[in-house]
């Protein structure tokens, strides 16, 4: 949606903003955006005014703006450890009640903030907005949005501001959508009402070659494409939340991400073509995750249906498997592997020993939890060869052992132990030239 306004004098557009000047240049197109603003970004009241201040310049600049927040920082886990305190496992029903107070409390400070500011503004829950979810407690998924009320705020001129990772189950309870829910909650928004840019805003300036923690010489990519942007969420990149990037790539929402503590900076911006002229590098990042367990089952038959007769019960109980490695059988026999998140390694071992092991008559059951997974990730893979193989060849050179591989078109990944991670990403972000800006 674009509509024309004559440019207030003074009034200067955001730098990434360069919606085309009509004739006469006079007068602007302005935008309708989404800006989602996480924990840290309204971690106490003062970055909570920041963010008023934020909202009501681009307010004044006559873009159309429904914010939605995150609870303030910490304040999520604070409410997941207190229901720990009543309950082992808490009731989800009642689980989601509590922890989605969090983002009520922030989208009521920032009201109040912009109306301090001589901004209207107007705030909404998940189920005031009527975010239709399933039923899933603590996982749903958003059904439908109703855009009635939304799209009248907005026509009166105000800001709306929605909280974040909530939403409401057909039969009237609240649901929540996941930990970094939010991020779903803005690119929904985004979809459902056909917004220009849904703008993430964060405590980073942008999506990075890797986490600038463990490699300094990190950079800030201007653009990824979506798919690579998929895969490091998936991966172990921890900026998105890796539903709000399913979602996003579904309805080919224009995702920008940005940082809320810097006033200038175009961001990254998630594009869904690869780009001919600006960052054409094979490799565009690597991801690392630490979250991971290996379970290894060793000598069983080898015979149609072992797969399942092995993982089927891990799935039963909701366990996501990662990685999985069959070996080729050796007189009769086989080893099978795979990982799992290092919260499910104990279960999913007993899984194994206790149901599995018996049944199928394997040797031995071992496992480790101290694994990571590197993997490097880019586009460019399609029509670069020998990408996997440098990988190989600079692990292999510090040193690393290598324990799994798995590829896709467009990236690989591999584990090895934990304690050689940050030296695996350091060597690889150096060894595929991720430093030298493009
Ligand atoms: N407050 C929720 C969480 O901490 C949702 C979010 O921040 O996106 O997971
Ligand atoms: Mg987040």
């Given at each position: 949606?674009?509509?024309?306004?004559?440019?207030?004098?003074?009034?200067?557009?955001?730098?990434?903003?360069?919606?085309?000047?009509?004739?006469?240049?006079?007068?602007?197109?302005?935008?309708?955006?989404?800006?989602?603003?996480?924990?840290?970004?309204?971690?106490?009241?003062e970055r909570i005014k920041n963010?008023?201040?934020?909202?009501?310049?681009?307010?004044?600049?006559?873009?159309?703006?429904?914010?939605?927040?995150?609870?303030?920082?910490?304040?999520?886990n604070r409410l997941i450890a207190?229901?720990?305190?009543?309950?082992?496992?808490?009731?989800?029903?009642?689980?989601?009640?509590?922890?989605?107070?969090?983002?009520?409390?922030?989208?009521?400070?920032?009201?109040?903030?912009?109306?301090?500011?001589?901004?209207?503004?107007?705030?909404?829950?998940?189920?005031?907005?009527?975010?239709?979810?399933?039923?899933?407690?603590?996982?749903?998924?958003?059904?439908?949005?109703?855009?009635?009320?939304?799209?009248?705020?907005?026509?009166?001129?105000?800001?709306?501001?929605?909280?974040?990772?909530?939403?409401?189950?057909?039969?009237?309870?609240?649901?929540?959508?996941?930990?970094?829910?939010?991020?779903?909650?803005g690119v929904a928004l985004a979809?459902?009402?056909?917004?220009?840019?849904?703008?993430?805003?964060?405590?980073?300036?942008?999506?990075?070659?890797?986490?600038?923690?463990?490699?300094?010489?990190?950079?800030?990519?201007?653009?990824?494409?979506?798919?690579?942007?998929?895969?490091?969420?998936?991966?172990?990149?921890?900026?998105?939340?890796?539903?709000?990037?399913?979602?996003?790539?579904?309805?080919?929402?224009?995702?920008?991400?940005?940082?809320?503590?810097?006033?200038?900076?175009?961001?990254?911006?998630?594009?869904?073509?690869?780009?001919?002229?600006?960052?054409?590098?094979?490799?565009?990042?690597?991801?690392?995750?630490?979250?991971?367990?290996?379970?290894?089952?060793?000598?069983?038959?080898?015979?149609?249906?072992?797969?399942?007769?092995?993982?089927?019960?891990?799935?039963?109980?909701?366990?996501?498997?990662?990685?999985?490695?069959?070996?080729?059988?050796?007189?009769?026999?086989?080893?099978?592997?795979?990982?799992?998140?290092?919260?499910?390694?104990?279960?999913?071992?007993?899984?194994?020993?206790?149901?599995?092991?018996?049944?199928?008559?394997?040797?031995?059951?071992?496992?480790?939890?101290?694994?990571?997974?590197?993997?490097?990730?880019?586009?460019?893979?399609?029509?670069?060869?020998?990408?996997?193989?440098?990988?190989?060849?600079?692990?292999?050179?510090?040193?690393?052992?290598?324990?799994?591989?798995?590829?896709?078109?467009?990236?690989?990944?591999?584990?090895?132990?934990?304690?050689?991670?940050?030296?695996?990403?350091?060597?690889?972000?150096?060894?595929?030239?991720?430093?030298?800006?493009?």
């Open positions: 949606m674009q509509i024309s306004v004559i440019l207030q004098k003074g009034v200067e557009l955001c730098p990434f903003l360069k919606w085309p000047l009509k004739k006469g240049a006079k007068s602007v197109s302005v935008a309708f955006f989404i800006q989602k603003y996480g924990g840290t970004s309204v971690g106490s009241t963010v008023a201040r934020r909202v009501a310049r681009f307010h004044a600049q006559g873009h159309q703006i429904v914010v939605v927040v995150s609870a303030m920082s910490g304040e999520t207190l229901a720990h305190e009543v309950q082992d496992t808490p009731d989800p029903r009642e689980l989601d009640v509590m922890i989605s107070t969090g983002e009520q409390v922030s989208i009521a400070l920032l009201c109040m903030a912009l109306k301090e500011l001589n901004v209207q503004a107007k705030s909404y829950t998940g189920s005031q907005v009527r975010i239709l979810t399933d039923n899933s407690h603590t996982k749903a998924r958003i059904l439908s949005i109703d855009e009635d009320n939304i799209r009248a705020d907005l026509d009166a001129g105000s800001v709306v501001v929605v909280a974040g990772f909530q939403g409401v189950g057909g039969d009237g309870s609240i649901t929540t959508l996941g930990r970094g829910g939010s991020d779903t909650t979809a459902a009402l056909n917004a220009d840019e849904c703008q993430i805003y964060t405590d980073v300036d942008g999506i990075y070659t890797t986490d600038p923690r463990v490699v300094p010489e990190a950079r800030r990519l201007n653009t990824i494409t979506f798919e690579e942007m998929l895969e490091m969420a998936s991966l172990g990149s921890k900026v998105l939340q890796l539903r709000s990037v399913e979602f996003a790539g579904k309805y080919k929402v224009k995702l920008r991400v940005l940082s809320s503590f810097k006033d200038e900076g175009q961001g990254t911006l998630i594009t869904f073509e690869e780009d001919g002229n600006m960052e054409q590098a094979v490799i565009s990042g690597i991801a690392f995750n630490r979250d991971e367990a290996k379970i290894t089952i060793i000598g069983v038959p080898d015979r149609p249906g072992i797969a399942y007769q092995i993982l089927g019960p891990v799935a039963d109980s909701n366990i996501d498997v990662d990685m999985i490695i069959q070996n080729v059988g050796h007189d009769g026999l086989t080893d099978f592997s795979f990982t799992v998140h290092r919260n499910d390694f104990n279960t999913t071992l007993n899984i194994l020993k206790d149901k599995i092991q018996p049944h199928v008559d394997a040797r031995d059951v071992v496992g480790g939890d101290r694994i990571a997974k590197v993997s490097v990730v880019g586009v460019g893979m399609r029509s670069h060869a020998g990408i996997a193989s440098k990988m190989f060849r600079v692990l292999a050179e510090e040193g690393i052992n290598i324990q799994m591989i798995a590829t896709s078109e467009i990236k690989v990944s591999v584990v090895v132990d934990e304690k050689y991670m940050e030296l695996a990403v350091r060597v690889l972000h150096k060894a595929f030239d991720l430093e030298q800006a493009r």
